[in-house]
C-alpha cells in the first residue's frame, strides 16, 4: 500500500507532501496516515537550488483510504486564511462531503469558530489558541499523552482524526467568500520570541 493509490498521489507526485514525521499505514485497516505540511506555493528555484515553500498548510494530519479519491480526513494549521485560496486551488478537488476537515488559522478572531461552506466540503475553522495543531485537537478530543502510548505514528494519527470527527460541532454557517473577510492582519511569527 502506498500514497500512490490514494487521493494523496498528485501531492506526494508534485512533491507537496514535505516535512514527515509520518507517512504510512494508519492502524485502520485500508487507510494511509500522513503527518507533516502540505506545500501549498512554492518559490521560484534558480539553477539547482531548492527552496522551501513560500507557504504551507502546517502540522498537517491527514488519513486516506487506499483506493480512494478524496482525503477522509485533514487538519492543520494556515498562517493567513486568505492563503485559503491557493489550499482551494491545490486540494480542494481532494475534499468532499462526507470528509471531516479541520482548519486552525493564525488570523481569524481568538473567539471565533466557524463551518465553512468550501466547495461540495465544509471546513470547520478555528483560531490557534495553544502552540501547536496537536495539542489543540487532543484538547477538542478530550485525549491526553495516556491514550497514544500504545500506538505506533499512523495509529495516532488515526485515532486523532477519529476523535476529532465524533466530537464535531457546528458553529457560525458562513459562505467561503465571507470567511476571508473576516481576516485579521497576519502577526509576525517571530515577535515575542526570546532572542
Known sequence: MTFETTALAGLETAGRLINAVYKGPSDKSGYLAFRGDFALKFQETKADEKRPPEYCLEQGLAI???????????????HDINNLKTFKEV????LSSTGNYIIFAGNIDFLAKYTVSFGDATLTVFPLEESTVWKELSDLSGLDKNDFKKLDGGGK??????????????Y????????????????NRNENRPV
Do not use: C
Open 64 to 78: 486516506v483510504k487506499d483506493g480512494g479519491t478524496s482525503i477522509d480526513a485533514l487538519a492543520g494549521y494556515i
Open 91 to 94: 486540494m480542494g478537488s481532494l
Open 157 to 170: 494519527v488515526q485515532l486523532m482524526l477519529d476523535k476529532a470527527a465524533e466530537s464535531k460541532d457546528t
Open 172 to 187: 457560525e454557517k458562513i459562505s467561503f467568500e465571507d470567511f476571508l473577510t473576516k481576516a485579521l492582519p497576519v502577526r
